[in-house]
């Protein structure tokens, strides 16, 4: 009789165990906002909180700090040379790409209709016409502009205050 109670104590572990493992293999996020929520939770986890003690004093409390590595998405630059030697900007799509941790870690997902930024992915908001060529200037502007020296820079800002006349910037 106590081997049968043994053995069936040992088969009740064993079930219960699979069952842990079972759901665990099941629990990979395959969308999109599951894995923005896992990621915010993460984020959010980081953050030291302020607590209120029972003698009214508040102090700063911080759980144990997990690396975020394995949460943010990184820059993979495309190549060794930045496109505008001794610029100090980079251009998103010329210089590099942002990558999710989470595609290497869980596989790809859809992620149409979503953009990828330095905290995750974000809706994309419909645009109008206007507003796309609007942000393509500013992206191309910004491209050449990384290209122009700081020295020729900081004379375009003078000669540019001195035209309009905003005298507390002209030295």
Excluded: C
Excluded at 3 to 13: C, P, S
Excluded at 19 to 47: F, S, T
Excluded at 69 to 86: I, Q, R, T
């Amino acid at each position: 009789m106590s081997r049968l109670g043994k053995y069936g104590a040992l088969a009740g572990i064993v079930y219960e165990l699979g069952k842990e493992v079972l759901d665990i293999a099941g629990n990979i996020p395959d969308d999109v906002e599951e894995r923005e929520m896992i990621r915010q939770d993460k984020i959010l986890n980081n953050i030291p909180k302020v607590v209120i003690n029972k003698d009214g004093t508040q102090s700063l409390q911080q759980s144990d700090p997990e690396d975020l590595k394995d949460h943010l998405p990184y820059k993979k630059y495309l190549s060794n040379v930045p496109s505008a030697p001794g610029a100090s900007d980079e251009v998103e799509g010329v210089d590099f790409v942002w990558v999710d941790p989470y595609e290497q870690n869980y596989g790809p997902v859809n992620t149409e209709g979503y953009q990828l930024g330095k905290f995750g992915w974000t809706k994309k908001v419909e645009k109008h016409f206007l507003q796309n060529q609007v942000e393509t200037y500013a992206r191309d502007i910004k491209a050449v502009s990384s290209v122009i020296p700081p020295e020729i820079k900081t004379v375009g800002k003078k000669a540019l205050n001195f035209v309009t006349g905003n005298p507390e910037r002209v030295e």
